[in-house]
């Protein structure tokens, strides 16, 4: 730390260290989407084009922790995007 400090001088050193509490707080938000398999496949649908389904993933996330009914709300979903998609139209047929 001494190193650094005396090399970057007070500036270049608090600049370092704002640089590094941001990376700290950006990688502790991330770390929360990791989580769990549903908040992972939740934070993807949030990103997804149309064009690449993925909420029969979070489906099966959901219906894997024993939330059916919502697993199912979600597989529609992903035959609302693709109604070709085989797991989906499988799936959706729980009830």
Do not use: C
Not at 5 to 26: D, I
Not at 35 to 62: F, M, Y
């Amino acid at each position: 730390m001494l190193a650094l400090h005396s090399l970057l001088g007070r500036r270049g050193f608090a600049a370092v260290l704002a640089l590094v509490a941001v990376f700290v707080a950006l990688t502790s938000q991330r770390n929360r989407v990791y989580a769990n398999n549903e908040s992972i496949w939740r934070d993807t649908v949030a990103r997804q084009s149309p064009q690449r389904p993925r909420a029969k993933h979070l489906a099966g996330a959901l219906y894997k922790a024993g939330r059916v009914a919502d697993a199912i709300t979600w597989w529609q979903a992903a035959l609302r995007i693709r109604s070709d998609d085989p797991d989906s139209n499988n799936n959706s047929g729980l009830r």
